[in-house]
């Protein structure tokens, strides 16, 4: 499958696309945004913060319907959503016993593989946490991470440019 059309994206459109990346999101939108495409601190921050904002409306908004449908329709679907919602459960259902709603915050806003928008908009459907505050956590936490991929990546940078 070729991928050209992407070439003719703006810095700031490839940074915003690769920060909605389940794998992605600010841990990797932001560095690439500074190193690769020289963004302004302020562009590659706001970028990455709304691209990995945008999977959370979805998730949050659709995930019930669409697995809904999948497992009615497909069986290899329910056992994928079972084992996708155990696994979930199994990560956050502590940290939501807690500290409730900033367990969520702070689950999204950990740079680190697992957590993140994607599973923490995963956590907060499986919950049961109304869509607005859902939202409003999992946004903060998607800033806070921001915030600390931002000074991660300038620090080393600078480390870098010191050696």
Same mark, same amino acid.
């Given at each position: 499958m070729e991928l050209s059309f992407l070439n003719n994206l703006s810095p700031q459109l490839h940074t915003f696309f690769l920060a909605m990346l389940p794998i992605g999101e600010t841990r990797v939108a932001i560095p690439v945004a500074l190193e690769?495409?020289?963004l302004p601190i302020?562009?590659?921050?706001?970028f990455s913060v709304?691209?990995?904002f945008v999977p959370a409306i979805l998730i949050i908004y659709f995930i019930g319907p669409v697995s809904a449908w999948l497992i009615r329709n497909f069986k290899t679907a329910a056992k994928f959503f079972n084992w996708l919602f155990d696994r979930t459960r199994k990560k956050f259902a502590g940290k939501y016993?807690?500290?409730?709603?900033?367990a969520l915050m &702070?689950?999204?806003a950990i740079p680190l593989?697992?957590?993140g928008v994607w599973t923490g908009s995963l956590a907060a459907w499986l919950f049961a946490i109304d869509k607005k505050s859902s939202l409003i956590y999992i946004g903060l936490g998607t800033f806070i991470s921001g915030i600390i991929v931002t000074i991660i990546t300038?620090? &080393?940078?600078n480390i870098f440019n010191l050696i």
């Open positions: 690769n495409f020289h302020w562009q590659a921050f706001t709304l691209g990995s016993e807690t500290w409730g709603k900033l &702070i689950f999204v593989p697992a957590t300038l620090g &080393i940078k």
